[in-house]
């Protein structure tokens, strides 16, 4: 059980350093990345050719909710990615299965079954809490949308999270170094893709595929 490299990806230490040791208790020898940030997480993956796993809050700077784990799987298909967050809702746990995770584990959940679920995805499976369906019949109009969010590119998903932002054309093509016309082309891409007709309905609409867990998130 050796060897393992994993990806701890959350904006509170002490939860990083909690996880940290749930791992490395039960993964003797594993080498554990901590990262705050949606950059950070990015930087990590690019480093680093082996991973075997990345954990990842909903709720940091940049991930931006589903969106944030839309990139990731977009940009790095290859490793296997578990949200680990503070929503239990059902709906919002099935969109992200739908965007590509392998799991979803709440925060609540004690650190065996938090071990287990990593036990299982690491072995190929997918893991999520026993009282949720992986799929559901009575899909709605955001569950569409989250089915439409995961064909972006990693770049057109990195336009709507800078849309999410207020940033114009110009600010987002000085962040990415490409031109407006890029920019442009890209904002036209993830209007036909999502469906809407202007930035603010992509805004919106990328707002209500969270709706769920920003609710969540405010009760707790």
Do not use: C
Not at 51 to 65: A, E, Q, R, T
Not at 84 to 110: W, Y
């Amino acid at each position: 059980m050796a060897g393992y490299h994993f990806i701890i990806a959350d904006d509170h230490p002490l939860f990083r350093d909690a996880l940290r040791h749930a791992l490395t208790a039960a993964y003797a020898g594993a080498q554990v990345e901590e990262a705050g940030s949606l950059d950070q997480v990015t930087a990590l993956l690019e480093q680093h050719d082996a991973l075997d796993l990345v954990l990842l809050d909903l709720k940091m700077p940049g991930v931006h909710g589903l969106a944030g784990l839309a990139f990731l799987r977009a940009q790095f298909p290859e490793v296997p990615t578990v949200v680990v967050s503070a929503t239990e809702d059902p709906p919002v746990i099935r969109r992200a299965m739908a965007l590509g995770a392998s799991g979803f584990i709440p925060k609540s959940a004690p650190a065996g079954t938090i071990r287990r679920a990593i036990e299982h995805v690491l072995s190929g499976e997918v893991w999520l809490p026993p009282d949720v369906e992986a799929t559901s019949t009575e899909e709605d109009e955001t569950d569409v949308l989250a089915r439409r969010l995961a064909t972006l590119t990693p770049q057109q998903v990195r336009v709507l999270m800078m849309l999410r932002e207020g940033m114009l054309n110009k600010q987002i093509a000085y962040a990415l170094g490409v031109s407006e016309a890029t920019v442009k082309a890209h904002v036209s891409a993830v209007l036909q893709k999502l469906g809407v007709e202007s930035r603010t309905q992509a805004v919106i609409a990328v707002g209500k595929i969270d709706e769920e867990r920003g609710q969540s998130d405010a009760a707790m």
